[in-house]
T-cell receptor, first 115, second 113 residues
Framework: EAGVAQSPRYKIIEKRQSVAFWCNPISGHATLYWYQQILGQGPKLLIQFQNNGVVDDSQLPKDRFSAERLKGVDSTLKIQPAKLEDSAVYLC?????????????FGPGTRLTVT | DAKTTQPPSMDCAEGRAANLPCNHSTISGNEYVYWYRQIHSQGPQYIIHGLKNNETNEMASLIITEDRKSSTLILPHATLRDTAVYYCIVRVGPGGSNYKLTFGKGTLLTVNP
């Protein structure tokens, strides 16, 4: 079974520029999550999708961050414009609502550096 | 979600059992204890979860106290590849409506040769 795919793996941009991250979840997983992980901290949930609908985006900075999950499969997370404090690893995860523990499977992440 | 308290770091000798504690004194009756780990430069990986009974799988064992206010993750024979940050998380289990994980800073387990 293929895991969660993310691209790019690394991205360096200047502040005020825009950036987009892509995630392809495990096939058949209805729920998709985007997390932000700042160095030295645990991941923080930004947004959760159930199929192509948003379940929770309470911690998404909506003035600069946006995310979509068209057709309920892959997803993109965009930052526009980026700030220095957005430097972090952006993790995508997916889960099946039929799994025994609804455990989340994480991708390798995209490391963003804003200079 | 209830908060958890974990030691920031622990050491363990290779081949010995690693016992990682977690306090979750405000856990609710419908909340489960989940453990994930994150190896350097990788995404978190699910290990195990439980409600009130002890659980065991191919990776680890989970011991939950009778009052459910604390738990211990046991890696029976730690290897160098088990060096990682281990996160203890409490959240609503299967059947809930929101499967959000709230991560703390976790415990950095270092397995030494």
């Amino acid at each position: 079974e293929a895991g969660v795919a993310q691209s790019p793996r690394y991205k360096i941009i200047e502040k005020r520029q825009s950036v987009a991250f892509w995630c392809n979840p495990i096939s058949g997983h209805a729920t998709l999550y985007w997390y932000q992980q700042i160095l030295g901290q645990g991941p923080k949930l930004l947004i959760q999708f159930q199929n192509n609908g948003v379940v929770d985006d309470s911690q998404l900075p909506k003035d600069r961050f946006s995310a979509e999950r068209l057709k309920g499969v892959d997803s993109t997370l965009k930052i526009q414009p980026a700030k220095l404090e957005d430097s972090a690893v952006y993790l995508c995860a997916s889960s099946s609502n039929s799994g025994a523990g609804y455990e989340q499977y994480f991708g390798p992440g995209t490391r963003l550096t804003v200079t | 979600d209830a908060k958890t308290t974990q030691p920031p770091s622990m050491d363990c000798a290779e081949g010995r059992a690693a016992n990682l504690p977690c306090n979750h004194s405000t856990i609710s009756g419908n909340e489960y204890v989940y453990w994930y780990r994150q190896i350097h430069s990788q995404g978190p990986q699910y290990i195990i979860h439980g409600l009130k009974n002890n659980e065991t799988n191919e990776m680890a064992s989970l011991i939950i106290t009778e009052d459910r206010k604390s738990s211990t993750l046991i890696l029976p024979h730690a290897t160098l590849r088990d060096t990682a940050v281990y996160y203890c998380i409490v959240r609503v289990g299967p059947g809930g409506s929101n499967y959000k994980l709230t991560f703390g800073k976790g415990t950095l387990l270092t397995v030494n040769p």
